[in-house]
Nanobody, 120 residues
Framework: EVQLVESGGGLVQAGGSLRLSCAASGFTFDDYAIGWFRQAPGKGRERVSCISSDGSTYYPDSMKGRFAISRDNAENTGYLQMNNLKPEDTAVYYC??????????????WGQGTQVTVSS
């Protein structure tokens, strides 16, 4: 059974940091790109970052500088380090996996999400 389980979300004050984890099982993690997305209340899903199977990373311009994506293939886990958090970062954060390069769509597997709330 394929599973992606996010953890590490919570309530943090503006300016604080959180590290999200995405624990994967049921597929060959090394062969998959791991993406992070978020969805705020009343808004559409937004792409946050992606790391390919070879370690190449992608960030939309709006996410560069504060977020850092990484992966540990030995632990089948992806990470998203978020620094200098702002209230507008409040959202449910999802990780997803796809076999192939980092692209905006076409992810095969999704986690159930973890809530991040940033207070002002």
């Amino acid at each position: 059974e394929v599973q992606l389980v996010e953890s590490g979300g919570g309530l943090v004050q503006a300016g604080g940091s959180l590290r999200l984890s995405c624990a994967a099982s049921g597929f060959t993690f090394d062969d998959y790109a791991i993406g992070w997305f978020r969805q705020a209340p009343g808004k559409g899903r937004e792409r946050v970052s992606c790391i390919s199977s070879d370690g190449s990373t992608y960030y939309p311009d709006s996410m560069k500088g504060r977020f850092a994506i990484s992966r540990d293939n030995a632990e089948n886990t992806g990470y998203l380090q978020m620094n200098n958090l702002k209230p507008e970062d409040t959202a449910v954060y999802y990780c997803a996996a796809r076999k192939g390069p980092c692209v905006p769509r076409g992810y095969d597997y999704w986690g159930q999400g973890t809530q991040v709330t940033v207070s002002s």
